[in-house]
């Protein structure tokens, strides 16, 4: 398979709602599309969005790095998706993110000349040969504003079907976030629920969050600490919370999951395509967690297109559980760049709204090219 054609899309999609983080504010969207054309004239299709606090991409470098890979990947004969990792590592050093753009956009040409869904190949490489279509995968939903509002939306969305809970932490004082804790799993028992302080708690703060009695009702709590502190931090957060310890920002690749099973840091695990270098790492880090019976949850940036969701979303029915749900940011964008995004059936995901070959989604180009960023243009080799 060689590539004969490729254009970049820097894009910007405002959000229906500033979405407050412990260390940021995030207002639209910043992400990138790679469409490939193949010497058989099929065009695939790869995304990787910008995450300063979590890649350490900004537009400018996620841009600049895709470009690079491209430029060197045109003359390559493309085999086996096994070895586009070594292939990526050859041209470019680290740099996860475009990587994974990249790695995205050869699979849909992949699978596409396979004539096979990419859920379904990823099945294979996964040891699962079971026919039947997978399950529903369970769609996380974030809340946040006040907490009149977070109880509204709440109540709302339970009405449509969502059993699968974000509440985002550590941009308040610990006892507002408590207090905001307990009434929402109050409201909410009996469903899947989470908090993300996205490495906002020191671990003092952290152990008082988790022994708290108003955090009792918690399905898990996600990353409350910085990755820059060390292993025995991490252990013993885990050891002394009643709470299931997820990791977010601690987890960027195989090696690392590794390391933190080891040791008996975590009880789950995030998984974005943007740390691991695309698909099929994530792939290998989900196996890891099943292999050690630790829960999975898998997510996109916010927020990131229905492009990404899908290739997201092949990885959980690949696996066929996931148990702490699916944060498909998508839902959260002012308009998608595909005609048909994809969406929450009763609170979940279900495999029929991906095409039976590729990825599964196809971006409008026309909506591509609207949501062009300002100040950047299309790039095309």
Request: aromatic fraction near 6%.
């Given at each position: 398979?060689k590539?004969?054609?490729?254009?970049?899309?820097?894009?910007?999609?405002?959000?229906?709602?500033?979405?407050?983080m412990?260390?940021?504010?995030?207002?639209?969207a910043?992400?990138?599309?790679?469409?490939?054309?193949?010497?058989?004239?099929?065009q695939?299709w790869?995304?990787a969005s910008?995450?300063?606090?979590?890649?350490?991409?900004?537009?400018?470098?996620?841009?600049?790095?895709?470009?690079?890979?491209?430029?060197n990947?045109l003359?390559i004969d493309?085999?086996?998706?096994?070895g586009f990792?070594?292939?990526?590592?050859?041209i470019?050093?680290?740099?996860?993110?475009?990587k994974?753009?990249?790695?995205m956009?050869?699979?849909?040409?992949y699978?596409?000349?396979?004539?096979?869904p990419?859920?379904?190949?990823?099945r294979g490489e996964?040891?699962?040969?079971?026919d039947?279509p997978?399950a529903?995968?369970?769609?996380?939903?974030m809340?946040?504003?006040?907490?009149?509002?977070?109880?509204?939306?709440a109540k709302?969305?339970?009405?449509?079907?969502f059993?699968?809970?974000?509440?985002?932490?550590g941009?308040?004082?610990?006892d507002?976030?408590?207090?905001?804790?307990?009434?929402?799993?109050?409201?909410?028992?009996g469903d899947?629920i989470?908090?993300?302080?996205?490495?906002?708690?020191t671990?003092?703060?952290?152990?008082?969050?988790?022994?708290?009695?108003?955090a009792?009702k918690?399905?898990f709590?996600?990353?409350?600490?910085?990755?820059e502190?060390?292993?025995?931090?991490?252990?013993?957060l885990?050891?002394?919370?009643?709470?299931?310890?997820?990791?977010?920002?601690?987890?960027?690749?195989f090696?690392e999951?590794e390391?933190?099973?080891?040791?008996?840091?975590l009880?789950?695990?995030?998984?974005?395509?943007?740390?691991?270098?695309g698909?099929?790492?994530?792939?290998?880090?989900?196996?890891?967690?099943?292999?050690?019976?630790?829960?999975?949850?898998?997510?996109?940036?916010?927020?990131?297109?229905?492009l990404?969701a899908?290739?997201t979303?092949?990885?959980?029915?690949?696996?066929?559980?996931?148990?702490?749900?699916?944060?498909?940011?998508?839902q959260y964008?002012?308009?998608?760049?595909?005609?048909?995004p994809?969406?929450?059936?009763?609170?979940?995901?279900?495999?029929?709204?991906?095409?039976?070959?590729?990825?599964?989604?196809?971006p409008?180009i026309?909506?591509?090219?609207?949501?062009?960023?300002?100040?950047?243009?299309?790039i095309q080799y």
């Amino acid at each position: 398979m060689k590539i004969t054609r490729a254009e970049i899309y820097p894009l910007s999609i405002p959000l229906m709602e500033p979405i407050k983080m412990a260390r940021e504010m995030v207002v639209d969207a910043k992400t990138v599309l790679l469409c490939l054309t193949d010497d058989k004239g099929r065009q695939g299709w790869g995304e990787a969005s910008v995450a300063p606090l979590m890649t350490g991409e900004s537009l400018d470098s996620l841009v600049g790095s895709i470009k690079y890979l491209v430029e060197n990947s045109l003359s390559i004969d493309w085999h086996e998706p096994a070895g586009f990792a070594d292939i990526f590592n050859r041209i470019l050093y680290a740099n996860a993110s475009a990587k994974s753009c990249l790695e995205m956009a050869l699979l849909d040409l992949y699978t596409q000349e396979a004539n096979v869904p990419l859920w379904r190949y990823l099945r294979g490489e996964s040891g699962i040969v079971a026919d039947s279509p997978p399950a529903p995968i369970p769609l996380l939903r974030m809340l946040g504003g006040s907490l009149e509002k977070e109880l509204s939306d709440a109540k709302l969305f339970r009405t449509l079907g969502f059993g699968h809970w974000k509440i985002k932490i550590g941009s308040l004082s610990l006892d507002e976030d408590l207090h905001r804790v307990k009434v929402l799993c109050d409201a909410l028992e009996g469903d899947v629920i989470s908090v993300d302080a996205n490495c906002a708690l020191t671990l003092t703060d952290a152990l008082r969050f988790c022994q708290s009695e108003s955090a009792s009702k918690l399905t898990f709590a996600e990353q409350l600490i910085s990755p820059e502190l060390a292993m025995a931090d991490f252990v013993r957060l885990k050891q002394s919370s009643p709470i299931p310890i997820g990791l977010d920002e601690s987890v960027h690749g195989f090696a690392e999951l590794e390391q933190l099973v080891e040791v008996d840091a975590l009880n789950g695990a995030s998984l974005k395509l943007i740390k691991t270098g695309g698909v099929i790492e994530a792939l290998e880090c989900a196996k890891l967690l099943e292999k050690h019976k630790l829960a999975l949850n898998l997510a996109c940036k916010i927020a990131e297109t229905s492009l990404s969701a899908a290739a997201t979303a092949s990885l959980g029915f690949a696996m066929g559980k996931v148990a702490w749900g699916f944060s498909m940011s998508n839902q959260y964008l002012k308009f998608d760049i595909c005609d048909t995004p994809l969406t929450a059936k009763q609170g979940c995901l279900e495999v029929g709204q991906l095409a039976s070959s590729g990825i599964g989604v196809t971006p409008n180009i026309n909506r591509v090219k609207e949501a062009i960023a300002k100040g950047y243009a299309v790039i095309q080799y």
